[in-house]
T-cell receptor, first 115, second 113 residues
């Protein structure tokens, strides 16, 4: 069985500062994908960033980057220059079944942006 | 491409009634997923279709739940004899076979009274 753990129920950051959201996971597979999804108050999930496990280079998308530590099974999300629009629930998700078992999500981190 | 759509967006029903939800995936996506999300939790996988074939079902999907995807296009999720514990947001997602990214719909919020 695969699991995803997000140990920070809530995080708060000042606008324009940097925040890091933590995620650890467990899977017996060697090939898998990791994702960070954002769910704003309107509740539609939006992909923020994805990482393929066989790629050692950390993924980056504009102000969003990840720190992928495969041996430690850790996958944190760094948001630089935080903006008010970044306020949302952030979910870490794992796909180690080639898509056949769906995504396994963590419980989420509620990110608050202080103006 | 208008994205994944779901209908209805909200459904209130009485315990014991049957409800059906619809999901229209992105047109060229052959994989379709259903998830359930309760308050304060991440989504939980329910079932997966590749084209019209239902290939995986979670043990969360009790006998009262059934899903179909006729002709490999839209999908329906039916819950029979609803219970208060079925109250949740039901999310649909789709993706292309070749690229691993799931696109989510806005969800259907079910309230069972």
């Amino acid at each position: 069985a695969q699991t995803v753990t997000q140990s920070q129920p809530e995080m708060s950051v000042q606008e324009a500062e940097t925040v890091t959201l933590s995620c650890t996971y467990d899977t017996s597979e060697s090939d898998y994908y990791l994702f960070w999804y954002k769910q704003p108050p309107s509740r539609q999930m939006i992909l923020v960033i994805r990482q393929e496990a066989y790629k050692q280079q950390n993924a980056t998308e504009n102000r969003f980057s990840v720190n992928f530590q495969k041996a430690a099974k850790s996958f944190s999300l760094k948001i630089s220059d935080s903006q008010l629009g970044d306020a949302a629930m952030y979910f870490c998700a794992l796909d180690s079944g080639g898509g056949a078992d769906g995504l396994t999500f963590g419980k989420g981190t509620h990110l608050i942006i202080q103006p | 491409d208008t994205g994944v759509s779901q209908d209805p967006r909200h459904k209130i029903t009485k315990r014991g009634q049957n409800v059906t939800f619809r999901c229209d995936p992105i047109s060229e996506h052959n994989r379709l997923y259903w998830y359930r999300q309760t308050l304060g939790q991440g989504p939980e996988f329910l079932t997966y279709f590749q084209n019209e074939a239902q290939l995986e079902k979670s043990r969360l999907l009790s006998d009262r739940f059934s899903a179909e995807r006729p002709k490999g296009s839209f999908s329906t999720l039916e819950i029979q004899r609803t219970e208060q514990g079925d109250s949740a947001m039901y999310l649909c997602a789709s993706r292309d076979y070749s690229y691993n990214e799931q696109f989510f719909g806005p969800g259907t919020r079910l309230t069972v009274l």
